[in-house]
């Protein structure tokens, strides 16, 4: 599946904005997705996460938890992530990833993620 990433851009703290994957050439619903972020000389690490048999079952790193919300929407084979409240630490270059092999145990991982879009930056000033 091929990934394409949008909707970075520059956002005052406390502002909002929302990222979004749209994925092709691939049965979208037969993959997990998975948003990953990565701040200047940082490694990539996981922010959210949505399982392909439930999405109901949505994964967040502690420090977004109740601030940003992962959805999938299956007939347009997109992944959205919409960011609520952000913070300057939000700063980063946005990434979506899909696997149709990870488990709960491993969604946090970048390995265990095959495809992955091109990025998109998100500036939080304050």
């Known amino acids: 599946v091929q990934l394409q990433a949008s909707g970075g851009g520059l956002v005052q703290a406390g502002g909002s904005l929302r990222v979004s994957c749209a994925a092709s050439?691939?049965?979208?619903?037969?993959?997990?997705m998975g948003w990953f972020r990565q701040a200047p000389g940082k490694e990539r690490e996981f922010v959210a996460g949505?399982?392909?048999?439930?999405?109901?079952?949505?994964y967040y790193k502690d420090s977004v938890k109740g601030r940003f919300t992962i959805s999938r929407d299956v007939a347009r084979k997109t992944v959205y992530l919409q960011m609520n409240s952000l913070k300057p630490e939000d700063t980063a270059v946005y990434y979506c990833?899909?696997?149709?092999?990870?488990?709960?145990?491993?969604?946090?991982?970048?390995?265990?993620?095959?495809?992955w879009g091109q990025g998109t930056l998100v500036t939080v000033s304050s």
């Open positions: 949505i399982f392909r048999w439930n999405i109901n079952n949505l």
């Open positions: 050439g691939g049965t979208f619903s037969g993959y997990t």
């Open positions: 990833a899909a696997s149709s092999r990870v488990i709960l145990s491993t969604l946090r991982l970048s390995s265990s993620y095959d495809s």
